[in-house]
Each structure stands twice: as C-alpha cells, then as structure tokens.
C-alpha cells in the first residue's frame, strides 16, 4: 500500500506565477488535509476536504489560495499569483473514513521556492 | 481555542540515557494527542497516540507518552535514546468532538542525541 504521494518534491516559480501543488491520498483514505510550515516554524492547518467537500477551510489565506479534491483524481492546492512569503514546505496528509481517533498520514511534501 | 505547546526548542541527551520531550495542551473537551518525527527533507511519521484509556502509550521505536490530565501535558519519553533518534519531534492535538479532524502543532523540539 503505497503512502501519501505529493508532487512535485520542489517546486520554483517567480512572483506572479501560479503553483499548482498535488496530493494523492493513500488507498482507501477519503479525508485530505493540507498543512504549511515555514522556515523554523511548525505545521500550520489549511483546509481539510473530502470527496468533492471542502469541510474546513478556516486556516487558508483569504486570497489568491484555493483547494479541491475532486470525485476522481489527486487533491489540488493551487496559489495564484505567488509571492516569496509563500515560499514554504506544503504537506498533505490523509485519513481513513472510520473517524477522527486516525492518526493522519503525511506524505513527503512539497517544497516551493518563489524567486 | 486549540493550542499545544513544546517549551524546549532543542533537548540534548547522551546516547544511552534516559529523554523526555515535553509537550502541554488547551483543548476544550477531551482532546485526541499525537506525537510525530520529522528527519531532514521528509514528511511526518506518526509515533504514537492518546485516545482514551490507559495514560502510558507506547508507540514505535521504543517510544512511549504519558498522558496527565491535571497536568494538561503530554510528554514523550524512551528510556534509552539512540544517535538515529536525533530528529525534529512534533506534539499534535484535536479536540475530541466536532465536524473538523484538524490537527494543532506545537512548534517542534529538535533532539539531538550525542554519541
């Protein structure tokens, strides 16, 4: 059962651009959550879906970022218009259906680098 | 509102003696308590967990938590550290009750075990 799968590893854009950051959840698992930490910080919350829901999205800035995770395919954070304060590690994690005791999977994360 | 709190930014040990990572909580209700390990570059791997029940757990690679209710903590323990124990520890919580499953992190505790 392969983990949590995030891609790409490192990614670098220049202000402006946009980032598209994939996850796909481990076999099975229907809740994905994303988390960011910034340089010498802990993991932060951004959004937790799940199929085709998103059901909290009370750490996500307000503008230029936004989340889906669609009936069929990878969950999807994408950051319009990137600035160099958006420059951090993204990490994806997911759960299992059965409820909130599962601990959270994480996969590998995404690094992103705005020039 | 949710918030955990890991007092030491790095903790010290020789190899072979006792450690002890602290980790203090505020949850309204019941709360869900985790421990996670990030090494260089990678995601997080789940150590261990507090539900319910007995308030020693033990998880993977020897390690184990105690779960102190008047307290409000949450420590993480090994009785013997190991040099590959050296890593970036994470203390997580949820709150027990409510539609999200997100998790709150404290802000890491770096171990470094010295040979």
């Known amino acids: 059962n392969a983990g949590v799968m995030q891609n790409p590893r490192h990614l670098v854009r220049r202000r402006g651009q946009e980032a598209r950051l994939r996850c796909s959840p481990m076999?099975?698992?229907?809740?994905v959550y994303w988390y960011r930490q910034l340089p010498e910080e802990g993991l932060k919350f951004m959004v937790y879906l799940q199929k085709e829901n998103i059901i909290d999205e009370s750490g996500m800035p307000k503008e230029r970022f936004s989340a889906e995770f669609p009936k069929e395919g990878p969950s999807i954070l994408r950051i319009q218009q990137v600035v160099r304060g958006d420059s951090a590690a993204y990490f994806c994690a997911s759960s299992p259906p059965e409820g909130g005791s599962n601990e959270q999977f994480f996969g590998p994360g995404t690094r992103l680098t705005v020039l | 509102a949710q918030s955990v709190a890991q007092p030491e930014d790095q903790v010290n040990v020789a190899e072979g003696n006792p450690l002890t990572v602290k980790c203090t909580y505020s949850v309204s209700g019941n709360p869900y308590l985790f421990w996670y390990v990030q090494y260089p570059n990678r995601g997080l791997q789940f150590l261990l967990k507090y539900i319910t029940g007995d308030n020693l757990v033990k998880g993977s690679y020897g390690f184990e938590a105690e779960f102190n209710k008047s307290q409000t903590s949450f420590h993480l323990k090994k009785p013997s550290a190991l040099v590959s124990d050296s890593a970036l520890y994470f203390c997580?919580?949820?709150?027990?009750?409510?539609?999200?499953?997100?998790?709150?992190f404290g802000t890491g505790t770096l171990l470094a075990v010295q040979p």
């Open positions: 076999k099975g698992h229907s809740h």
């Open positions: 997580a919580v949820r709150r027990l009750w409510g539609a999200t499953n997100k998790l709150i």
